[in-house]
């Protein structure tokens, strides 16, 4: 199916829950800041208090957790097929996925550079991209926030914000267990459980287990691959010990266990023109079937292993009339990559074994303290002070297998046969890390000039240090495996040396709107913002002297108008907005070939602009009936584009080049209902639908490689159907995801055997089934 009939299919299907949330706010609230919400209000704390979603100058996505867990995997990656303008780059781990607002994000394999979407949860920003994309357990709501959020947030903020709040303990002993099974051999598990201890004492744990074989088949091993085993858990606990004070805290664990995400050879080999030639590599390979390939044959099992945990503890207190706010974090992560990089079943003559080992580890400690005043006054306001450190060191070792052979090139010939001449096995380790220090002071007020006009104001400074160190010892030179670096003297018989970089920089940025109420249920506004994100350097294993100079701050400059309408008594909300955006020193990948091997060179891609239109619609003409959707027109491109150090001039991306992971056009349309039967037993129906059009996965200045390197366009659609009491103790609920079985890939990348290109392919890629069953107590 092409991507106008399934933009067609999906936005007229009518997701098993709604995909914009109702209800309170969390603990990271302001817990004197408003009156309880009405019914069926929107709150969200995207100015760090609580507020109705209709009153707050700013694009904002709201997805409940009923609507992330309802997808094949509840996580950042699934809640992207709910967001227009949310656009998810998969690879082959978690540490190099990356998240896309608009258009605009942060790709890169660098250990010293930071997302341009920042992910928030529950008050505590993650310093690390790949901290932010484990299961999402226990959520109550994700909060987009749309453009620039260079004032409250700052941090990683340049391209917009993921506030994520999860679910507070409740007053009475309950809660839920809930069990699903997919075909595929899909388990997944989580239950809740509040246990109050007294009044003023309030607990909650929750915990999650899941199990997936995987979708791609390794022929050389004879198993499926691309699956995972999580596990992990959440505890929080609320003290509220006088009307003026209250303590939350929050102490969460995950170990994740996943043999994913091997990338299936996709295309045949191909030449620089992108023409078919040949090659004896494929006679060991699956035949490549585009985004329909399902099969690799690789001796290593491409996997990650990965812990991780946090506690912090935030406390409120009112001080008069104003509310003081502290959120103290720790926060301890380790990765461990393990790769096939030649994508074969073994070392070949002339296709050379590159087998990576990748351990990372890091921590972050945070500490912010904000004072907020009461929302109802002439100037109401929010000031602050924030700071992190962030370690990371990552131990990086690659391993080779080389050999030759007499025989004829048209011939694969196995290193390990008579044919082959020895093999040598070349490798080299390198020990990298960073360390990010940020501080900052920050601001925002609205002035309420009349009962319907207000102007909101706000800056943040930002002072930012940032430390790398680098070493590489190679013990034989071999493809992908650089010379030692930092070099040392020839014949001192001394390992690398050591190369230590350091970048500072100071900035500011802000906020200012106007926002006028043109009726009591509808709300308009203008606002233009300034986005920051510090320093980077591009440290990683292949570093090498062209790559040590400092990358300078990303900044951007952006205008957004508004118009947010609750209409119908509030049955029905529509925001609609329109922005653009221009990023300067805009921090981007693009390929590189290092040692042989295709890489990707972090650096200062130049200016680069997006601008579109998007809006967001809940509809509730019933009761039982919920209608939700929205729609994004995202035109995200290079203005002009820098020319790396050291690199041709041929490495420049042309003017008007599409920025990858930025879709022209992507939707989303739920529905479910509830049909109150009148007796014991009451029915569900939901279904959802999501579409987008074709995207650039490869930012390469090489038309070729962008048209191979693009995913085209597609469109999902979810059913479900389900059965339970009318006390909602009980439900079972089926569903059938990708209904259409429509296939597509989540990432295009070159750099496989003989110039073919490599997919990746995510499990929504295939229609399957699955019953959950749910008990609340």
Not at 531 to 546: C, I, M, S
Not at 704 to 724: C, E, F, P
Not at 746 to 752: F, L, P, R
Request: a positive charge; aromatic letters at 10%; charged letters at 15%.
């Amino acid at each position: 199916m092409g991507w106008r009939q399934g933009w067609s299919a999906a936005l007229w299907a009518a997701a098993a829950t709604p995909a914009l949330a109702q209800g309170g706010a969390s603990a990271a609230s302001d817990p004197a800041a408003t009156p309880a919400p009405a019914p069926g209000e929107i709150v969200v704390t995207a100015q760090k208090r609580s507020e109705s979603l209709q009153k707050v100058p700013l694009a904002v996505s709201v997805v409940s957790g009923e609507a992330v867990a309802a997808q094949g995997r509840p996580s950042l990656e699934s809640a992207a097929s709910l967001i227009p303008a949310l656009n998810f780059q998969k690879s082959g781990t978690t540490l190099n996925q990356s998240l896309f607002l608009r258009g605009v994000g942060t790709a890169t394999f660098s250990i010293a550079g930071e997302p341009s979407v920042s992910t928030v949860i529950d008050g505590v920003v993650y310093s690390r991209p790949g901290e932010a994309f484990s299961d999402l357990i226990d959520i109550d709501q994700i909060e987009v926030l749309r453009g620039p959020q260079g004032t409250l947030f700052g941090k990683n903020a340049s391209a917009g914000v993921i506030n994520i709040t999860t679910r507070q303990p409740g007053r009475r002993f309950g809660g839920y267990a809930e069990a699903s099974f997919y075909t595929a051999s899909e388990v997944r598990t989580r239950g809740a459980v509040d246990v109050p201890l007294s009044d003023t004492l309030l607990t909650r744990f929750s915990g999650f287990y899941g199990r997936y074989n995987g979708n791609i088949h390794n022929v050389a091993l004879g198993r499926r691959v691309n699956g995972y085993q999580h596990e992990g858990g959440r505890a929080q606990i609320n003290w509220t010990p006088s009307t003026t004070a209250r303590f939350a805290l929050i102490a969460d664990y995950h170990h994740n266990n996943d043999d994913c995400c091997a990338e299936v050879i996709g295309t045949g080999p191909l030449n620089a023109a992108g023409q078919p030639i040949a090659s004896a590599a494929f006679a060991a390979l699956p035949a490549p079937r585009g985004d329909k390939s399902r099969a690799i044959a690789q001796d290593l099992v491409t996997r990650t292993r990965e812990t991780g945990y946090g506690i912090s503890l935030q406390g409120d207190f009112t001080l008069g009339t104003q509310t003081v706010t502290t959120i103290t974090a720790y926060r301890d992560y380790k990765n461990t990559e393990i790769r096939d990089g030649d994508f074969l079943p073994r070392a070949y003559a002339g296709f050379n074994q590159l087998h990576d080992f990748g351990p990372q580890r890091g921590h972050t400690f945070s500490q912010e303290v904000r004072i907020a005043s009461p929302l109802r006054q002439f100037l109401s306001y929010v000031v602050g002070a924030y700071y992190s450190r962030a370690f990371s060191e990552r131990i990086f070792r690659r391993d080779d297998q080389v050999c030759t052979s007499a025989a004829p090139a048209t011939s694969l010939v196995p290193c390990d046969s008579a044919a082959a001449r020895p093999s040598t096995f070349p490798s080299g380790t390198a020990d990298f890390g960073s360390v990010f220090k940020t501080m900052s002071l920050f601001g925002q007020g609205t002035a309420n000039l009349t009962s319907r006009l207000r102007l909101i104001g706000g800056a943040r400074f930002t002072a930012d240090e940032l430390t790398v160190f680098h070493s590489r010892d190679t013990l034989l030179a071999g493809p992908g495996i650089n010379p030692s670096f930092p070099a040392t003297p020839t014949g001192t018989g001394q390992p690398a040396g050591r190369f230590n970089g350091k970048a500072t920089n100071t900035n500011l940025s802000g906020k200012a709107a106007v926002q006028y109420d043109l009726t009591r249920a509808v709300t308009g506004y203008v606002s233009y913002t300034r986005g920051y994100k510090g320093p980077a350097f591009n440290v990683f294993y292949n570093l090498t002297a062209t790559g040590t100079n400092a990358i300078a701050p990303e900044t951007s400059n952006s205008f957004e108008i508004g118009l947010k309408n609750s209409l119908f008594g509030g049955t029905l909300v529509l925001n609609l907005d329109a922005f653009y955006a221009k990023y300067h020193n805009f921090q981007a990948n693009n390929p590189d070939l290092v040692a042989g091997v295709v890489v990707t060179r972090f650096t200062n891609a130049g200016a680069v602009s997006t601008r579109g239109g998007e809006a967001d619609l809940l509809w509730r003409p019933l009761r039982d009936l919920s209608v939700t959707g929205g729609i994004a027109y995202t035109d995200a491109h290079v203005d002009r584009f820098f020319q790396a150090p050291g690199a041709p001039a041929t490495a420049v991306i042309p003017a008007g080049t599409s920025l990858q992971f930025a879709p022209r056009w992507k939707g989303s349309l739920a529905a479910d209902y509830r049909w109150r039967t009148g007796g014991a037993i009451d029915l569900f129906f939901g279904a959802q639908g999501n579409a987008q059009s074709k995207q650039l996965a490869l930012f390469s200045p090489d038309p070729v490689q962008r048209q191979l390197a693009t995913i085209k366009g597609y469109g999902l659609i979810n059913l479900s159907a389900g059965i339970g009491d009318r006390g909602d103790r009980y439900r079972l609920t089926v569903q059938v995801r990708n209904l259409l079985d429509q296939s597509f890939a989540a990432a295009i990348q070159n750099g496989g055997p003989s110039g073919s290109y490599r997919y990746q392919i995510p499990r929504d890629a295939d229609r399957y089934v699955g019953v959950t069953g749910r008990v609340n107590f």
